[in-house]
């Protein structure tokens, strides 16, 4: 069923948003609205879509609030509807009402001899057909079932594997599963593989790094102050005395032998000079400076010795520890640190060996200690690979967040990536089931259409025409037309006693098309019963005298109440009334049932009384459905709602949202009380002459030119459209006149429909 419609945008007078959320249509729903309100463009959309051809995108709301858009050129989703208006008349039976002139509508012959067997045929066909429909769609549920599930798993894998990470990023609401579907769609290449996720993953569980010191190079100052050790070790006090006789070797050489021949004399064996104890410790202080410039010599490297060797322990046990490293560099560094441990030790070995060989020159500056082997000092101790990959540390802590980043979409990439493929395969296993079930639904759908088509071929018979005689009988109280079957067995004629019934009137036309319409309904098989069937009815009383508004109100009560849902569109108040009347009781239970919160009842309700109207937006006439006004609902006559609706435009002239229909409403107002107060005219204008002249000197001559002007009588739903503005002091007029004319009537007036009579001064 349907229970409102909307458009995606502007078609003729309706725009989107015409249709209030909170008044839908129900199963019995009477729309009321003056010509140019837009009733009959709704009618011609509802028949666009009943023929599988719909005008223009909308949106369709059934009666459980479901809503489903239908673009241009699309199909109905109610299983049948059948809409009776003006252009389906002229689309079906233009020619059956030319009388003499008609063509067949409906052709005899083989067809006909041929339809029931045909008809059992292809009903067998349409089952089938339907049944391989029904398995394609349970298999697209399937498969459409199969897709969201795997979205909802990649959705919980996201959240749970990277929510804890970033806890306001990583959530459900913003990877959504129609989120989820859509990266899965577009994601194209490789994608990370197990290790890298299970290393990004690992990576983002360590936290946040701290920055270390960088890595020095050690000290290697011994190395060049040891290149003198051989010759310290070799110099004892007794040579370092003589050197300082370097200036003169003869002298140097004489002194050295002298020394030796000398021990223990008292007289120089050259000179016979005495050697007194003064000489002998002028000798001996010489030679005591020599002995401690040797020892001094020898702490002073001993100290430079001992300095790098400490130094050399101490850079080492300094080296930042593996575990503060990131731990991709850690194995890198822990070798590097190894390998450095092994240079210093070798390194310190050699320092405590020379080490050793100061001391004991230290102790004795006169023995000659062989020098130990320092040749590893030599060697460059490379901290290259230490110092790069604390640099690369302290890099990565600088851009820990945008590799934080980096390692979150690793993860990402690796869920996404490795389910894309699957995805897509499922969304074209999809498409082909879809594509199935829709090939099978379109050739049950053509087989349904020659189905119709064989049944349409056995419905021109002498006893449909004969039903429809008396449905007009019915209709007129007479049988002044009648419809029989043509000579030739072809088509339905329409006569008028015993000629053909050429110039029906429009009434009678309206009248035996929507005879047509109905009867041919009542024998349509359609897919489903007549409980699930919507029939659109517009102005169904176009032309018609009070008697025949009677009869089709009754008629049009007993045909279509087997029907699921039926609307009726009119501008007749006289054929609203009647329904009004007819549906009191349903609608007042209905009525009780909103009032109590009812919900089935306020989203569907039984039945259902409506207002459509026109309004001015942008200078441009826009159609809109609203509540039937409650003057509608309460007076008996049309002419109080339009004495109301003309009073509040004239209060409200800047707001009011039934501009356009003002002109014509104060005419018909006019019409009605110029009716009363000058019967003895037939003709409104004569009748309203009569009262202008009522008045001495005239002065209400402008009304009745106003009313001439813009005389425009029932028209239809393409009239022109007035600015009601530019007539208001018209319209104005036309109350006042009324005033003028009868003071008594129009303050009656006002009191009966709520009117404050001071809105006119």
Known sequence: MLRRLDLRGAWRSLDTGFWPDDLPLGCRTIVYGHNGSGKSTLAELLLSLAESDCVTSVVWEDENKRRSSIEAGGVCPSVSMAVFTRKWVETNLSAFLDGASASAIVTLGKEAIDAKAEEGRLAQEIDKLRDDAKEADMQQKAAADEIDQLAHDLQDRIVSELK?????????????????????????????????????????????????????????????????????????????????????????????????????????????????????????????????QIRNKSKTLLATVTSEKETLIAWHAALPSATSLASELQPAYKAAVTQAKTDIDNRVAALVAVEKVLDDKMADPGITPDAPDWSTLDSPLSVTVLAQTVTEHNNQVRRHAQITAERKQTVLDHLVGAQSEVFRELEEHLRELAEKSETARNAADLADRRLDQVRQAQFTTTAMADTLTRDLARVYGKNHLRVAVTPDGKSYACRRGGKPGTDLSDGERTTLSLLYFLRKLEDEQVPGDHAQRIVVIDDPSSSLDREAVFATHQWLIDTLKGFGQYIILTHDFSLLRLFIKSYKNAWGKSMSKISKGDTNEICFPKVSFLEMYAVAVDGERRSRIGKLPRVLLNNTSEYAYLFSMVMAGIADTDNYERLFLLPNAARRVLEVFASYKAPHRTDFLQQLEVLVETHQGEPYRDVYDFCNRFSHGEGSESIDVLDARTVYGQIRRCMEFMRAVDREHFERMCTATGTDPSTLP
């Open 164 to 292: 804890e990470f970033d806890y306001n990023y990583f959530t459900k609401n913003r990877f959504s599963v129609p989120r989820v579907k859509d990266d899965l769609r577009k994601y194209k290449g490789g994608f990370p593989d197990n290790n890298s996720h299970a290393e990004a993953l690992k990576r983002l569980g360590e936290g946040t790094p701290l920055p270390l010191p960088e890595v020095v190079s050690p000290p290697t100052d011994a190395a060049n102050r040891l290149t003198r050790l051989p010759e310290l070790l070799a110099e004892t006090p007794t040579r370092v005395a003589i050197q300082a006789l370097e200036s003169n070797p003869s002298a140097q050489a004489w002194v050295e032998q002298g020394l030796q021949l000398h021990e223990g004399l008292d007289h120089c064996l050259f000179c016979s000079g005495r050697i007194d104890n003064a000489r002998r410790e002028q000798l001996a202080r010489h030679f005591d400076e020599s002995w401690l």
